[in-house]
């Protein structure tokens, strides 16, 4: 790399050409989205081609440039082989009658008043157990939206409770990635950051599930889906062998990521047990199972809301999503390695003036990361180097760093569509991004919390001596 740039005479970005790109993705993204209502994958890769060209400008060759994709796209690879493995997941548990039990008995449950808040309440718990809103989501999540759609709650809401629920776990557990990452990013204990972040996650899960709670009540709910629910019950009966022990597959999944065993293979285990049970309990051949993983399943009941709900899942179903991620990160790794990323955020905090400023940088700068190099893991990781030095010249503790980085960084991942963490929630649950963000209600509440403390000086606790970084 070094020898690289001294033989092509690099030089760093001005500001305006680090926007020109950035400019580009979201003229073109706004006018794919708003005339063609297309995919965003073009528009990433139309995003990158111009990074590219301004970056030979700066003086790099195409093999720096090309270094620089791969290794972005090496920094995703985890998540595209989750993905993977969720779309087998659900093809299998939904053959295996391991979805339909879950949306048995939650049509029986549930009521369409208290679902969002009992959602929510449901993925925060198995989140906050397992430290992943991957896992959550591609479990439970999907037996939810499911549920929703049976008692005929709008997904866009439904995908918004689950996604909350299911990053309150991912930021608040000490199993999290995140969690462990973005103290250890700053220069801060693990415990004193999660008891930190307390002040301002807390209040924001209060107020969303006041929030679920109000919709649920003002929300107008198609009286015929509800009507309908003994024949879709019924529907499931026939179709499916539904024996409680299935429900203890997803607790299976669930206890091993408790017990630390790494997703892949958690999820690839609950794959396989799902293969199985399709077999033994179900009746289907191997064959079928097989194909089922790859091409997902289809559903054939005749009872039309049912096979909305279970014709989906396969590895193949999850392509798209994975090329997404692909082109995405392609941008934002031509946008790292000519470091334009370093000259946007450097020019943000040169705004900072106060405490209150220096949040709204770190804000702003991690939610751009996850816009313009979209991984969750470099929004943590770029502004937490960045504004270390910052928030010690400051007197600020590092907690309050980590605490900002993990309230803007972790929440803002999954509200943006071509994130690795967005694209895996619409792969998991079928529901875009784009339209389960305004109902995402800690997502978005957190960010401003933390905004708010930061003007206030509310909790933004100070170091006890200068140099105590």
């Known amino acids: 790399m070094k020898q690289d740039q001294v033989s092509t005479n690099t030089r760093e970005a001005h500001l305006w050409e680090a926007l020109v790109p950035v400019f580009a993705l979201i003229v073109v993204l706004a006018v794919n989205i708003r005339w063609f209502d297309g995919p965003a994958h073009l528009p990433l890769v139309l995003g990158a081609a111009v990074a590219g060209l301004f970056g030979i400008r700066l003086g790099y060759s195409w093999k720096t440039l090309e270094a620089g994709i791969v290794k972005s796209i090496s920094i995703a690879l985890p998540a595209i082989l989750i993905l993977m493995v969720i779309g087998i997941l659900i093809g299998t548990w939904i053959t295996s009658g ?7 008995y939650g049509l029986q449950l549930l009521s369409p008043q208290v679902f969002l808040v009992a959602t929510c309440l449901i993925c925060a718990v198995v989140s906050l157990a397992t430290g992943s809103s991957w896992t959550t989501a591609g479990t439970v999540g999907v037996a939810l939206i499911g549920v929703g759609q049976g008692l005929g709650v709008a997904l866009p809401m439904v995908a918004g409770a689950v996604v909350s629920g299911a990053y309150f776990g991912d930021k608040m557990s000490p199993l999290s990635d995140t ?12 415990f004193e950051h999660i008891g930190h972040m307390m002040y301002t996650t807390i209040p924001s899960l209060v107020v969303a599930l006041l929030l679920y709670g109000l919709l649920g009540g003002l929300i107008t709910v198609d009286n015929s889906a509800v009507e309908h629910l003994p024949a879709l019950i019924d529907a499931l009966q026939q179709n499916f062998n539904l024996h409680p022990f299935l429900m203890l597959l997803p607790v299976l999944v669930i206890a091993m990521v408790v017990m630390r065993v790494p997703a892949l293979p958690a999820l690839l285990v609950g794959a396989g047990l799902g293969a199985g049970l399709a077999i033994v309990g179900q009746g289907q051949g191997p064959g079928h199972v097989l194909t089922v993983a790859m091409d997902g399943y289809i559903s054939e009941t005749g009872t039309e809301a049912i096979d909305s709900l279970l014709t989906r899942g396969g590895m ?11 082109c995405a990160m392609s941008f934002g790794g031509i946008m790292e390695r000519t470091g334009m990323l370093h000259v946007l955020a450097a020019r943000i905090l040169s705004l900072a003036r106060s ?4 949040v709204v940088a770190v804000v702003f700068t ?44 972790t929440l803002s991942s999954p509200l943006v569509a071509w994130n690795t963490c967005g694209a895996y929630m619409f792969g998991a649950l079928g529901v ?11 997502n978005l509440l957190n ?10 000086g509310w909790t933004m606790e100070k170091l006890d001596r200068p140099n105590d970084a």
């Open 98 to 104: 391991v979805v339909p039990v879950m949306i048995y």
């Open 179 to 190: 969690t462990n990452l973005s103290p250890a990013v700053v220069g801060a204990q693990l």
């Open 316 to 326: 193949r179903s999850m392509m798209d999503t994975i090329a997404l991620i692909v």
């Open 355 to 358: 405490t209150g400023s220096l």
């Open 366 to 409: 991690c939610f751009g990361m996850n816009v313009v190099a979209p991984d969750q893991y470099l929004s943590i990781i770029v502004p937490g180097r960045m504004y270390r030095e910052a928030f010690a010249r400051a007197h600020l503790h590092p907690k309050n760093l980590s605490r900002i980085l993990e309230d803007a960084g």
């Open 432 to 442: 875009s991004p784009m339209a389960y963000l305004p109902f995402a209600f800690l």
């Open 447 to 456: 960010p401003l919390i933390s905004i708010l403390y930061g003007y206030t």
